[in-house]
T-cell receptor, first 112, second 114 residues
Framework: QQQVKQSPQSLIVQKGGISIINCAYE??????FPWYQQFPGKGPALLIA?????SEKKEGRFTISFNKSAKQFSLHIMDSQPGDSATYFC???????????FGKGTLLTVNP | EPEVTQTPSHQVTQMGQEVILRCVPI?????FYWYRQILGQKVEFLVS????????KSEIFDDQFSVERPDGSNFTLKIRSTKLEDSAMYFC????????????FGPGTRLTVT
């Protein structure tokens, strides 16, 4: 019940295209859903996050769509750029200690 | 911009040896975390720490692991007797009281147990 399932495992997109990564969760106690971007050899960096009382959040080229009834959320990267090539992790926060449960990650490659 | 720092960046140790991984969280943060990422796998929660005590730990965090905040700036993870399966990236994270939802991660320490 603590799992966060992420798909696809890898994604190749052409420059200028839209990248879409999906996540699903089971635990209805999760109350905060961040996305992290990780470059090789670096730690995860917070990209964008959403709370379940909002259905969509947009920051620049990055948008989170959230479907509370389906317990799913997704990251959309518009106008994908080669510099966006990284591993993306969805996560969910639960419990009083704010620990994060991560998905398995999606390796995004944006071809020039 | 303030950031979480970790040392060393890479630690190689022999099985059975003790290792200490060090972290300097963002200075006004009060909540600290350790996560682990085995190569190619997801990031996994190990332990959270607040007010000088463990607030939550995962099943991975057994008696071989301990955490400490020895002074006002450092936060350490000790593995008493390393095993081959402890080889992983270890990330420290911290969060403050204002942006309570946001955890900031350090660059990680790659631990290799031979």
């Amino acid at each position: 019940q603590q799992q966060v399932k992420q798909s696809p495992q890898s994604l190749i997109v052409q420059k200028g295209g839209i990248s879409i990564i999906n996540c699903a969760y089971e635990n209805t106690a999760f109350d905060y859903f961040p996305w992290y971007q990780q470059f090789p050899g670096k730690g995860p960096a917070l990209l964008i996050a959403i709370r379940p009382d909002v259905s969509e959040k947009k920051e620049g080229r990055f948008t989170i769509s959230f479907n509370k009834s389906a317990k799913q959320f997704s990251l959309h990267i518009m106008d994908s750029q080669p510099g966006d090539s990284a591993t993306y992790f969805c996560a969910a926060r639960g419990g009083s200690n704010y620990k994060l449960t991560f998905g398995k990650g999606t390796l995004l490659t944006v071809n020039p | 911009e303030p950031e979480v720092t970790q040392t060393p960046s890479h630690q190689v140790t022999q099985m059975g040896q003790e290792v200490i991984l060090r972290c300097v969280p963002i200075s006004n943060h009060l909540y600290f975390y350790w996560y682990r990422q085995i190569l190619g796998q997801k990031v996994e929660f190990l332990v959270s720490f607040y007010n000088n005590e463990i607030s939550e730990k995962s099943e991975i965090f057994d008696d071989q692991f301990s955490v400490e905040r020895p002074d006002g700036s450092n936060f350490t993870l000790k593995i008493r007797s390393t095993k081959l399966e402890d080889s992983a990236m270890y990330f420290c994270a911290s969060r403050g009281l204002v942006l309570i939802y946001e955890q900031y991660f350090g660059p990680g320490t790659r631990l290799t147990v031979t």
